[in-house]
T-cell receptor
């Protein structure tokens, strides 16, 4: 399994601002993913981030709102732009570890006021 | 789109009791995964299933990949207080959006000592 860390672990932000979340993995991985988990809800995939190519966004998520970087095989960032209270969620990164299995980071808890 | 129906939504049981939860789908999946999420943490992979009919154990946990590839169950035997948390099933079908795990809505387990 992979060891995944995320920064920040939590943040409180003002509406209209942006927050960049970092995800670091202890080994090189091809596929990294970003999920959103709204309060009391399940996980929804935002986008898939592969190194060397543009991120692939799921329906309902756009690059202008959630720009993603993937500069190397162990690191990715997700930015939540122009935040509103509806963006208050847990944001999770995950990595694919073979066999369609994914391991998750601890999450970033975001509260937008 | 693909959806997973996970039941029950919540369970409140006595310590020592066995627990059973399941997920069903109208679509076929190639992989079934079971995760546990503790408060303030990211989901932790419990069991991964890759073949229809596969039965896999991890300590007191047992999960099966349904023969029709449209369902899976997770059993926990002799529950203990640390089993408390939210359990999510997830299905993967790389024939669709690569890397896209479809998550159930979760089963919240409470254990009374």
């Amino acid at each position: 399994s992979a060891v995944i860390s995320q920064k920040p672990s939590r943040d409180i932000c003002q509406r209209g601002t942006s927050l960049t979340i970092q995800c670091q993995v202890d080994s090189q991985v091809t596929m990294m993913f970003w999920y959103r988990q709204q309060p009391g809800q399940s996980l929804t995939l935002i986008a898939t981030a592969n190194q060397g190519s543009e991120a692939t966004y799921e329906s309902g998520f756009v690059i202008d709102k959630f720009p993603i970087s993937r500069p190397n095989l162990t690191f990715s960032t997700l930015t939540v732009s122009n935040m509103s209270p509806e963006d208050s969620s847990i944001y999770l990164c995950s990595v694919e570890a073979g066999g369609e299995t994914q391991y998750f980071g601890p999450g970033t808890r975001l509260l937008v006021l | 789109g693909q959806q997973l129906n996970q039941s029950p939504q919540s369970m409140f049981i006595q310590e020592g009791e066995d627990v059973s939860m399941n997920c069903t789908s109208s679509s076929i999946f190639n992989t079934w995964l079971w995760y546990k999420q503790d408060p303030g943490e990211g989901p932790v992979l419990l069991i991964a299933l890759y073949k229809a009919g596969e039965l896999t154990s991890n300590g007191r946990l047992t999960a099966q990949f349904g023969i029709t590839r449209k369902d899976s169950f997770l059993n926990i035997s002799a529950s203990i207080p640390s089993d408390v948390g939210i359990y999510f099933c997830a299905g993967s079908n790389y024939g669709g959006s690569q890397g896209n795990l479809i998550f159930g809505k979760g089963t919240k387990l409470s254990v009374k000592p």
